[in-house]
């Protein structure tokens, strides 16, 4: 069986005043063509399917007709969960109209999905809360696949096992996982788990959540899960939330992000994005083959110290996104501000960078270095007005407040 995984499309995000829709509509279209091209058999899709809780009308208008083309009009299964940038509600809200056309939602972890089947051939043969079981209109072997949406850590642990709510997030998605698997995921069909969580192996470094992302550890959200909590008869992980695709260490099977279609912040600059597409057969290890993708603007943070070689390159590279650093021993002329603006329309902000740093206002605050990033600023005016640095969890605190701008 071949599986096509993606996530993170966050239809509807704009970057800063630029909208990007139609570089959306452009990548989307070609995961539609790399379903097609690759033979997938069914489509994974692992949360963050739009920006917001309340998407734009062509937002959604894109993410339907998406989702119809990927599903073939009921031949091949497209089964897509909530992150934390969706709303639970609205993801299930066309539920009974998806599965006519072999699209299936899940919201919430606990969410059940009643058995059906279509004329293709295409059904659900069982389901129980954060279970399907999927028979393909013309693959015998059965699809499994363990779903878990995204849920703050209260809510997830309600939704697990309301009765222990004391019992750490780590140990109930570990228990539910296992018991689940162990009801239905036998060697005799493909089993997957399919989720929108922070995963990290036990005692690895835990990587940065995206830059402008709406944060799902600790604060109001949850804490890490571990590889080491996935059941071994489990054959493939499709993960969601981080936006560089990459195989997280430390279980029996792959554990993997597919990332984001498009570069959504400047921390992913110059990041190649990806779908994986999985071959799986029962009881055998899955391999995965990682394909890049090539629409879409690509972002890139430069640094100048000549305006005359900043005008060069951004005429040389007209289809990027720019965040523009340049540097001078005085502040950036209006007419140079302008220069830089005429030759390229990509261009979503010019820092400029004063060679000595500048001190602030009547000589009573810190000097301000206006080449370091928004929460190293945050940490040096935390600094300045407490007398001491902030805390990890005011630093949280901090992202998720820039995230939710």
Known sequence: MRILHTSDWHLGKRLESF??????????????????????????????????????TEAVDLFYKSLKRLSNNGHRPVIAIAGNHDSPDRIEAPDPLARECGIIFAGFPNSRIQPFSLETGLKITQ??????????????????IITTPYANELRLKTFLNPDKKEESLRTLLKESWQRTANDFCDNKGINLLMTHLFMMKEGGEIQEEPEDEKPILYVGGAQPVFTSDIPENIQYVALGHLHRYQEISGAACPVIYSGSPLSYSFAEANQEKHVAMIDAEPGKPVSVKKIPIKSGRRLQRKRFEDIDAAVEWLTDNPNMFVELTIVSDT???????????????????????????????????????????????FDDFFVHAKGQKPNERIKELFKEIVGAR
């Open 19 to 56: 909208s990007r829709l139609e570089e959306q509509k452009e990548v989307l279209n070609e995961i539609c063509s790399i379903a097609d091209e690759e033979n997938a058999e069914a489509i994974v899709v692992a949360g963050d399917l739009f920006d917001t809780f309340n998407p734009s």
């Open 127 to 144: 389901s129980a809360a954060g279970f399907i079981e999927i028979i393909l209109p013309d693959n015998p072997v059965p699809l499994r």
């Open 331 to 377: 502040y950036l002329k209006t007419e140079d501000r302008k220069r830089l603006y005429n030759v390229h329309d990509g261009i979503v902000t010019i820092i400029p960078e004063v060679k000595n740093t500048v001190t602030s206002p009547l000589g009573q605050g810190p000097d301000i270095d206006l080449a370091k990033s928004m929460n190293d600023l």
